[in-house]
Every structure is written in C-alpha cells, then in structure tokens.
C-alpha cells in the first residue's frame, strides 16, 4: 500500500507538467481574458497586470513556483471568479461527491442485484430481456437521458424539479433542507447512473455465466446444495469481484460524466465549474480542476484496493506480509 | 473470411448490429445527394411539426432548418469523429504499448507513467480541456478524443508484447540477426493485436458519445451540424417542440448500440473458432 502511494506521485507530477503544458498552448493568458472582459485596456495596464501576476517570467519558472504552491496546498487564484481556487473547488466538491456516491451505490447494488437474477439462469427470458434493456441503457448518451428525464418527470408529471440543487431562499434548515436537496438530486442521480446500472448488470452477468462452468459448481450441486444458495454464496459470490475493480477504473470516466449531467440539470458542482472555467477562458482553475480530479482518481483507487484486500482473502493476506 | 462471415450471421446480436451500422453508414453517405447544400441553411418556414409537410418530413427547427436534413448529416459527423478517433487511438496505443513492452527498463517505466498520468485524468475533462485551449475544429476533436482513449490500448499491448516476445519465433527472428525495431513491429505488433481490436467497438463507441457531449456543450466544430448541437439546440424547446432534442438522441442510442451488438457478434464468432480449432 505504501508502495502504492509513493508511486503515484510521479504519476501526480506528470499530470501536473502535463496540464501546465496544455494551458501554455492556448494563445493568449489570462491577462489577455481578464482585459477582454474589462473591454479593453493599454499596453502599459497590460504590462504591469502581467508582471504582478507573474506571468512575465519563463514558462519554465512559472511551473516551478506553480509546483511550489501545489506543495503548499495553494492552487492558486481563479480570475473568472476573482477568488482562490482552492476555496471555490472546496465549495463546490460536496454537491458533485453526493452525486457521483449516491449514482455509484445506486448503479453498483441494483446492477449487481439485476445481473444475479440475469445470471441466475443463463438464457432464459428474464436474462435475454434485461441483457437487451440493460445494452440500449449502456448506449444512451447521459446528457440526453437527463433531458428525456426532465421531459417526462419534471415537465409532464411535475414530480421532480427541472433543475438546481436546492430550492432557492426557500429557508429550509436540517432534515427538511436535505430532503429538499435530495429531491433535487434524483433525476441526475438517475441520468449518471443508468449507464453504470446497465454495466454492473453486463458484468455481473457474464461474470456468473463463466462461474457456472467451473468444476466446484458441479460439485456443490453434486453435494445437493439449494438452488439459491448456489446461486448466491458460490457463484455471485465470485463474480462479484470484477465489479470492485470496476467502480475504481469507472471514477475517472464518472468524473468525466458529472461534468455534462452538472450542466444539464445546473447544479453547482465541480463538474459544471469545469464547464464554466472552459467558458470563462480561466487556465488556471482549469488546471486545478485537473489536479484535483486527478488526486481524486487515485485517492478511489487505493480505496477500492483496500476494500478488494478485504474482500478476497488471498489478496488481503499477501499486502500483509510485504 | 468467408467461414467467419458465416459463424457472425449466425449471430443474432453481430447481425442487428450489422444492420443498424449499414443503415447508418448509408444515411451518412446519401446525405449530401439527398440534402445537397448547407444543412445549417435556412430552408423553410420555423417550427414545422413533424409529418404535416412532405418537404420536412420531421419538420424544422426554430430557425426554419429541415431536422431530416441535420440528422442525415449528423450522422456523418457522429461516425467520422468516432472511427477516426477510435483508430487514432489504437495506433498510438499500440506503438506506445510496443514500445514500452519490447524495449523494458527504464523506457517501459516511463511510458507506463505517463499512460497512469493519462489515466487518472478523466478523459472527458482532458477533451474539455484540449478543445478550449486549441479551439474547436474536427481534427482538434478527434485529438482530443483519442488523447483520454489511447491508454487502454496501450497497456493491453504491452501485456501481450510481454509474453509474446518470450516465445521461440522472436528469438529466432533476432539469431537471424533482424533490426530489433522490425522485430517489435514485424514480428510481435501483428501477434499482439486480436485482443486489442476486440477493445475497438467499445473505444469507437465511447468517442461518439463524448463527442456527442462535446458538441452538446458547445465545444464542437461550430461549422458542422451534430446530434450533439441539434440536442442542444432543442434543448431550448424542450417544452414545446421536444421531438427536436429527442430524434437526434434516438440517432446516438443507435449507433452507439449497433457499433456495440456487431462488436459483440465479431467476439462471439472469434470465440467459436478459437473453440472449435
């Protein structure tokens, strides 16, 4: 494990050189941004901003000291929103983690629940039915079942507010500020999650289809096991561990998917700052964004390779020892 | 060929994914001798329902553009950006995964660094962020796609180069005496790529969607009609004309599902060879 963290730092500083290499390509800095939205200004104004941003050193001195404040902590300033990065990211965060921690646990138990009963019998209608409905789930763009979503849920029976995450100076405090915020979450939830739903289901499925055609199947039923009991304790049971490695390897695509679903429904999170720094032109929270998401990515895998330790002893075991 | 074309038709999967994707691949080609001309052109009176005038069989958009018109063209865009993307990414991932596994060492260290960099970025944003920087046009799209999708390629032909270049006739190539860049590239790539194109339907149908997603948001190429921008467009309408977000949204659930079924039945007709041989 340690071995693991100590790993991904060099991981971490290429991310970061990378991200710095990117922005340095867009024409234009952000003294340049900040002087269009101003509408205009002269070339002294132009000079004495950049020098007080720093940004007349090299590109190469402006990256050192870019990773001396990552060191810090210090993301650094966001001109679009005229504050620190690290602060608005903060600020943002917890929306986007609830939305992503309740579409994951959502998508991860009913999946793998639908894929047993798919797995259950191979073949059969129940799993030719759910293997097609999950497969045009898997298909279907999340921007566009968010906004099917609206369509039926939010517009035609009214059940769900259309978009936010909270509804506005409505006063609300305690439970009934988080039953407000969860109502307000469900559609997204939903439209980020289907996709993940359809593809736990897909594995959990074929993953079961290729346990049942191992020898121990045969011999349990020989021993004259109960038909849910083999079902659940031997063979779900071993295909339920893919799927832990998948929820690590899924993150950074989930991420990536909050990002448009944020947008859809407008809720203000880490994803639709993401939107709004390309928008707003603003490199430098942008390049925060990356780092941070990128810390986050890592931080879930080493998550999921505790909990895959815990899960499959003979994996647990071995981490102990070295 | 002609035995594996028998064993994918029988199939069902391989073969409805077969005829979406020919269905597709035809509207996109017959687009531009159907609907000669700019399909972002103005071409006849605003917000025409669907099915009420035989010259715009699915109406026209708030700007009076024929949606037939914009979906056909659409579909060019989708299946373009989603081939050539997915293709750039097999072939960097592949040079790259080459490379790394047959050269070993300090060579393989680094490059498998930076494929974990890529990696833990997601792809999604990385595109964002490309785009923005670099600004908006096909080709930049189709980079920026490929960028968050070379890795998997990557990392699933080094796997194979590693036990491929292992086996006798690699060693044999190299007691002959032959360039070890030819060795890599001649002899080992050629062997480690069948697993690698098992991966391409899911690379191809991962690039229409964040493509789709790209446009949606206004990153696109401003230039081209998309599903994506026609979704976003119709977004506006949402309430009044929704069938002008929903059409091109049933065109992506198409060919995202016709691109995975024919994957699907190519690796269901490999499987059966490998199993009978």
């Known amino acids: 494990m340690r071995r693991r963290l100590i790993g991904s730092i060099p991981v971490l500083l290429i991310v970061v050189m990378g991200t710095f290499l990117l922005m340095e390509m ?83 138990m009913l999946g793998s629940a639908l894929g047993v009963v798919a797995g259950a019998r191979p073949g059969s209608l129940t799993d030719r039915l759910l293997s097609i409905g999950s497969l045009a789930l ?133 994803g639709r700052l993401a939107h709004e720094a390309v928008a707003a032109r ?15 990515v890592i931080a879930v895998n080493l998550l999921v390779d505790i909990a895959y330790g815990f899960l499959d002893p003979r994996v647990g075991r071995g981490e102990e020892v070295s | 060929m002609r035995a594996f074309a028998l064993r994918l038709m029988r199939s069902p999967e391989g073969m409805a994914g077969l005829i979406l994707l020919i269905l597709l691949a035809a509207m996109a080609l017959c687009a531009p001798l159907v609907y000669p001309g700019d399909p972002m052109a103005i071409a006849g009176r605003p917000m025409l329902a669907p099915f009420s005038d035989p010259a715009f069989p699915l109406g026209t958009d708030r700007l009076g553009r024929n949606v037939v018109a914009g979906l056909m063209h659409g579909a060019r865009a989708s299946l373009l950006v989603g081939i050539s993307a997915a293709l750039m990414a097999l072939i960097a991932g592949s040079i790259v995964g080459t490379v790394a596994g047959f050269a070993g060492g300090l060579v393989e260290d680094i490059l498998m660094r930076i494929v974990d960099a890529f990696q833990v970025v997601p792809g999604f944003l990385l595109a964002l962020a490309f785009v923005s920087v670099t600004g908006a046009s096909l080709p930049v799209v189709v980079v920026a796609i490929a960028l968050g999708a070379w890795t998997g390629p990557a990392r699933l032909v080094r796997a194979e180069v590693l036990s491929i270049r292992e086996r006798d006739f690699v060693a044999a190539a190299r007691t002959m005496g032959m360039h070890p860049a030819e060795i890599a590239f001649r002899e080992i790539l050629p062997n ?78 490999l499987a059966r060879r490998r199993g009978r041989a």
């Open chain 1, 26 to 108: 867009a024409p234009g800095d952000a003294v340049d941004a900040y002087l269009v939205s101003l509408g205009g200004g002269d070339a002294g104004l132009a000079a004495q901003l950049r020098q007080s941003y720093g940004l007349d050193q090299s590109a190469f001195s402006r990256l050192l000291f870019y990773l001396g404040s990552l060191a810090r902590f210090d993301l650094g300033w966001s001109l679009a929103f005229d504050r620190p990065i690290l602060g608005l990211i903060a600020e943002r965060l917890p929306n986007t983690l609830w939305l992503m921690g309740t579409a994951t646990a959502l998508a991860f």
């Open chain 1, 282 to 296: 603003d490199a430098p929270l942008l390049t925060g964004i990356i780092v941070v998401s990128a810390v986050m």
């Open chain 2, 192 to 269: 480690a790529l069948p697993p690698v194109l098992a991966l391409a339907s899911v690379i191809v149908a991962s690039a229409v969607l964040i493509e789709a997603a790209l446009s949606f948001l206004g990153l696109g190429d401003p230039n081209i009609v998309t599903w994506g921008s026609m979704i976003a467009e119709g977004r506006n309408l949402l309430r009044s004309a929704p069938y002008l977000s929903i059409a091109p949204g049933l065109g992506l659930v198409a060919t995202v599902l016709g691109v995975y079924l024919f994957g699907e039945g190519v690796a269901e007709a």
């Open chain 1, 138 to 270: 898997y298909a279907t763009p999340s921007f566009w079942l968010g906004l099917v979503l609206i369509l039926i849920f939010a517009v035609d029976l009214r059940w769900f507010p259309t978009a936010g995450i909270e509804t506005v100076a409505s006063g609300k405090v305690g439970m009934a500020r988080v039953f407000d915020v969860a109502w307000h979450l469900v559609l997204p939830v939903a439209s980020l999650g289907f996709i993940y739903l359809a593809l736990f289901l897909r594995m959990m499925r074929s993953g079961m289809a290729e346990v049942w055609r191992l020898d121990f199947v045969l011999a349990a039923r020989a021993r004259g096991i109960s038909r849910l009991r083999l079902v659940l304790r031997h063979v779900a049971r071993n295909a339920l561990l893919p799927l832990v490695t998948m929820l690590g390897l899924q993150a950074a695509t989930m991420l990536g998917g909050s990002v448009v679903v944020e947008s859809v429904f407008a809720v203000p999170g880490f």
